[in-house]
């Protein structure tokens, strides 16, 4: 069994204490009736990550109802390095076991429900890993104490996004000062801590050392809140039961409702399914701003969104009555003409709303469904609102383009129709080519089995009369291909190459008459060199990539090709070869797969058709930083976003996203030797807006405190209906601003508007409305500066914002500033 199996074993086995009501499939006879439960038999393969010196020395240990007690049991040797447990214990669902040796402890199981069967004897294999201890001082608010049966919940910490390695629950004995301890795997595990009516208290990103103690400190307890609701079917008059809703934080909604859309099961805070009279509790959480999506219960319905205000500690909010609501449904009909029959077609719906993902709005298709030309198909459920549609076709032959598009805007319970003409591709032309390459092969064996055989794809600009698209193909080994467009004109060619995993970009090659061969051939400038460590020795695995900028005559070099960047694999010696370049200027930088670390980056020039050699890149690892964010009132400020930038060791600035735990704590890895002050950005409209600064080089983590907070209204002055929509809408119906806006308090710059809109919040009205921003003296500015990141390396130097004061204000606590941006604009115009 692989070690991988172990866990997962483990972890059904653990499971199942949960599910077990009586544990075993035995039958009592009426005439032999007993009190004592039956005896489970089994046997426990310990595989130890070290050698057990004295087996006499193993305990197994029964865990029931927060009590502990040692298990007797016989050991003996089995094959493979492995020590045999015989155990008998009584059948018990509740019962949970794990096995300690000196400097080694097992995962926490349960019995499987063979054990108890009669007659059966089976085996059980249980890693014994690697032990540390953790330990933490837990104080109540003054006038309240702990009582309950208190747990610890141990998780592996590379279970971040997925499903865990590992999970297991243990009782949290604590004496009578709050103090605890625990014996728990080592290695970096999440740590958190339930108390009945509290908070629950978490710790990522732990290390524990082997045979070590990792003390977490004192954690000061905040009373739960508790969020309710009822949910009541689309009339509004019956309770619903056995309905589940989840909990969220608000800005997961839009992303949970497009997972339930899709299919999918996502990921919550929790689950709760209704009672008899369509109720639901959700108990023991932390102080913060919720949201509920309840699930429907057949096609018919919607997902629905309810959202709680920001709650304090101890608070009990009840959201009423939520309706369930009719699903609306799209129809989307397509045209057929001859040749149809060759095509396959496929709808794609999204909200037009984007999501907020981890590099900015994106807008990803919710659901995808496959329909035949001349056919249609209908796609229910779908909650109220403006939806996208978009339709692709594909041929068969990996060749797709763009059939056409749709915004369509639904009420509850609404049916709307699609019509789409036939799509682009049957209406084109058929080309021939050959892509000619006399670079070197990067990759030995590619010129043998794979010659010039790439996955290419073929984009064009929308035009008047024609939508804009892309399709793809694949070469043959001797460089050919048929590839069918919409007509003649220019095409951007792209290519990707399996064997050096490298994307090469060929613009404007052009397509005119079918009859001729078309040649494409690539860009020959050429860059090469190696990165080492911070030791000077080869980095064997990784990738270089080289952005495309232009340095201008200032100080500053400003991306101008932002698309994906070509990129290289590392050699196992450590050197690397970029080929394909267009001439001009390229910041090259390194970084380890997983990018856990990065290099320094480096500008260079690349003459046209030129090479560039001896470019050495140093890479160097990356280092946690501890953030815990509390409020003025010292309660955790709990699933807050935000963003720290960091300078990095060659001047570059490094940028990360976080969302704060239910203890609002968070921990950012910052890459490439990361140095001096970084600024952090703490953005959770209504709660908390305001920017810290703090010191990379100093453990441990950083305790911020979220001063009070008032209110900032910017207008933007009225405008006609349609400059409006082009100019001032952002995602989700948000003013963005279009000039450069910063503002500037003692700790930080908080960034409004220009190139990125961090603050996602606003009116569509032509107001932007910052609620919760952090109380104190500000000067709005108005920077030349274009580029976000050129301003935030000047303030991460310590370096004056240049720029023209708008005005300067304080912000008292609970208070309200306004400032009109349209008699500034005014007086420019003047």
């Known amino acids: 069994m692989r070690r991988g199996d172990r866990f997962v074993a483990l972890a059904m086995a653990a499971a199942l204490a949960g599910l077990q009501t009586g544990g075993a499939a035995w039958a009592e006879s009426p005439a032999k009736q007993s009190t004592e439960p039956p005896e489970a038999r089994m046997e426990l393969l310990l595989a130890p990550a070290a050698p057990v010196a004295d087996p006499a020395s193993i305990v197994v240990e029964r865990v029931a109802g927060g009590d502990r007690e040692a298990v007797p049991v016989r050991v003996r040797e089995a094959d493979e390095g492995r020590l045999a447990v015989d155990l008998e214990v009584p059948c018990a669902a509740e019962a949970l076991y794990r096995v300690h040796a000196p400097g080694l402890v097992s995962l926490v199981f349960a019995l499987p429900p063979a054990a108890c069967a009669e007659g059966e004897r089976p085996a059980l294999e249980v890693p014994l890993l690697a032990a540390g201890r953790v330990a933490a001082r837990f104080l109540p608010p003054p006038g309240r104490q702990l009582h309950g049966d208190p747990q610890w919940t141990v998780r592996d910490c ?33 740590l958190l801590a339930r108390f009945p009516g509290f908070a629950p208290e978490t710790a990522f990103g732990v290390e524990v050392p082997p045979g070590g103690r990792r003390d977490l400190g004192t954690r000061r307890l905040t009373p739960a809140v508790e969020v309710a609701l009822t949910v ?30 899709a299919g999918r099961r996502p990921r919550v805070v929790s689950r709760v399914v209704s009672d008899q009279d369509g109720r639901v509790v959700f108990e023991g959480l932390p102080a913060g701003a919720y949201a509920v999506v309840v699930v429907p219960r057949s096609e ?16 009990r909010h009840d959201l009423g009555k939520v309706r369930e609501q009719l699903g609306a449904a799209i129809t989307v009909v397509t045209e057929a003409e001859a040749g149809a029959e060759q095509l396959e077609l496929l709808a794609q719906l999204a909200p037009a709303a984007p999501c907020t993902g981890e590099d900015g709005p994106v807008l990803t298709p919710a659901i ?10 209908t796609v229910g459920g779908l909650p109220a609102g403006a939806w996208r549609v978009e339709l692709l076709a594909l041929d068969g032959e990996g060749r797709a383009g763009l059939a056409g598009s749709r915004t369509v805007e639904l009420a509850e319970g609404e049916v709307q129709f699609v019509e789409f003409p036939a799509a682009p591709l049957l209406l084109g032309l058929t080309y021939h080519g050959r892509v000619e390459d006399d670079a070197e092969a990067e990759a030995g064996e590619r010129q043998e089995e794979r010659g010039l055989a790439f996955d290419l794809g073929f984009s064009w600009p929308e035009q008047e009369g024609r939508t804009g698209g892309t399709v793809y193909t694949d070469s043959e080994r001797d460089g050919s291909f048929t590839i069918r467009l919409p007509g003649p004109g220019k095409y951007t060619v792209r290519w990707f190459d399996p064997a050096s995993e490298q994307e090469t970009v060929v613009p404007d090659v052009r397509f005119e008459d079918p009859r001729d061969e078309v040649i494409v051939r690539p860009l020959r400038g050429r860059i090469e060199g190696r990165v080492v460590d911070e030791e000077g020795e080869p980095v064997r695995k990784g990738f270089v990539e080289a952005l495309g900028v232009d340095c201008g005559q200032g100080p500053e070099c400003e991306v101008v090709r932002p698309t994906r960047a070509p990129s290289a694999r590392l050699r196992e010696d450590g050197s690397f070869a970029l080929t394909r370049l267009a001439g001009g200027s390229y910041r090259l930088r390194a970084g380890s797969e997983g990018d856990e670390e990065a290099s320094d980056s480096k500008i260079v020039e690349l003459p046209e058709d030129g090479q560039l050699t001896g470019i050495v890149l140093v890479l160097r690892a990356s280092r946690p930083l501890d953030l815990a964010f509390v409020s003025a009132e010292g ?16 001047g570059e600035v490094d940028g990360h996203q976080f969302v704060t735990d239910v203890g609002g704590r968070a921990t950012v890895r910052l890459r490439g030797g ?9 953005d959770a409209p209504g709660r908390a807006i305001a920017g810290f600064r703090v010191d990379t080089g100093r453990g441990g983590p950083h305790r911020l405190v979220v001063p009070p907070t008032g209110s900032l209204l910017l207008r933007a002055g009225p405008r006609g209906s349609k400059e409006r929509a082009v100019l001032d809408e952002g995602f989700g119906g948000a003013a963005l601003l279009m000039a450069p806006l910063y503002l500037v308090g003692a700790e930080a710059i908080l960034p409004l508007g220009g190139l990125l809109n961090l603050l996602q919040t606003g009116l569509p009205d032509g107001a932007l409305r910052l609620d919760g921003l952090a109380a104190g003296s500000w000067v709005l500015v108005r920077s030349p500066e274009g580029m976000l990141f050129s301003v935030l390396r000047r303030v991460l130097r310590d370096q004056q914002l240049p720029g023209v004061p708008l005005a300067s204000f304080h912000l008292e606590p609970g208070g309200e500033v306004v400032f009109d941006l349209a008699a500034e604009a005014a007086a420019d115009d003047r």
């Open 158 to 190: 590379r279970s971040a996004g997925r499903a865990p390695v590992f999970a297991f629950s243990l009782p949290l004995v604590v004496g009578p000062e709050g103090e605890a301890e625990a014996v728990v795997p080592a290695g970096c595990l999440d």
């Open 232 to 261: 009541v079917d689309s009339a509004g008059r019956a309770p619903v039961r056995e309905v589940e809703v989840l909990l969220m934080a608000p800005k997961q909604a839009p992303g949970v409702v497009r997972e339930l859309l």
């Open 300 to 315: 018919t319905l919607a997902p629905v969104v309810a959202e709680a205000p920001d709650l304090a500690p101890g608070a």
């Open 368 to 377: 995808e469904k496959a329909l035949m030309p001349g056919g249609a198909m």
């Open 635 to 650: 309660f955790p400020l709990a699933t807050a976003g935000g963003l720290v930038f960091a300078l990095r060791a060659d």
């Open 674 to 682: 990361a140095r001096g002050r970084a600024l952090v950005l703490l």
